[in-house]
Antibody
Framework: EVQLVASGGGMAQPGRSLRLSCVASGFTLDDTAMHWIRQAPGKGLEWVSSVNWKGDVKAYADSVKGRFTISRDDAKSSLYLQMDSLRHEDTALYYCAKALQYNNDAFDVWGRGTMVTVSS | DIVMTQSPDFLAVSLGERATINCKSSQTIFYGSNNKNYLAWYQQKPGHPPKLLFY???TRESGVPDRFSASGSGTDFTLTINSLQPDDVAVYYCHQYYGAVLTFGGGTKVEI
């Protein structure tokens, strides 16, 4: 079964850091681009970041650029999101998602998400 | 960034009737080199992650019932649910993957 399991969420104070992880199973991670998408409580979807299959092309939403870093370790079938300088507005459920193939592609597999709460 | 505008925000439809959701992009998301519209539709039920319904504007994902259809090109797109079923109650999102920054529509909540 193709599956993504995200973890690493929790509560953090503004200005602190968190690192999210996403473990893939049932498919070869290095065949495809991967993404992080977030959803604030009761709100819509916001794309956060993407990394291509090689790991050398990364993109970020303006709202997180310079604070978040996406990375991947295909040997561990894992995707990561390093979140620094957290802000209240980063509070959301963070989903990892697999692209059909490329960075500019639809997302055909989604993990269940990990909740990040930024609060003092 | 490309802005995706969905309408309506909320849609109440009787069982067995048709639901139509519109999505408009602030600029074209049609790429002439490959003749494709870079648009996807997702369904999200409470407490669950989104589920891909269509990509390339009208290509149905495996397992999606054929009462769902999608169409459109350029800047205007439509998701149609024919003969609405109880299982179709959800929020539906359009998503453009044309630009460097990927964006979603605000969502349309469909209820019976």
């Amino acid at each position: 079964e193709v599956q993504l399991v995200a973890s690493g969420g929790g509560m953090a104070q503004p200005g602190r850091s968190l690192r999210l992880s996403c473990v893939a199973s049932g498919f070869t991670l290095d065949d495809t681009a991967m993404h992080w998408i977030r959803q604030a409580p009761g709100k819509g979807l916001e794309w956060v970041s993407s990394v291509n299959w090689k790991g050398d092309v990364k993109a970020y939403a303006d709202s997180v650029k310079g604070r978040f870093t996406i990375s991947r370790d295909d040997a561990k079938s894992s995707l990561y999101l390093q979140m620094d300088s957290l802000r209240h507005e980063d509070t959301a459920l963070y989903y990892c998602a697999k692209a059909l193939q490329y960075n500019n592609d639809a997302f055909d597999v989604w993990g269940r998400g990990t909740m990040v709460t930024v609060s003092s | 960034d490309i802005v995706m505008t969905q309408s309506p925000d909320f849609l109440a439809v009787s069982l067995g009737e048709r639901a139509t959701i519109n999505c408009k992009s602030s600029q074209t998301i049609f790429y002439g080199s490959n003749n494709k519209n870079y648009l996807a539709w997702y369904q999200q039920k409470p407490g669950h992650p989104p589920k891909l319904l269509f990509y390339w504007a009208s290509t149905r994902e495996s397992g999606v019932p054929d009462r769902f259809s999608a169409s459109g090109s350029g800047t205007d797109f439509t998701l149609t649910i024919n003969s609405l079923q109880p299982d179709d109650v959800a929020v539906y999102y359009c998503h453009q993957y044309y630009g460097a920054v990927l964006t979603f529509g605000g969502g349309t909540k469909v209820e019976i």
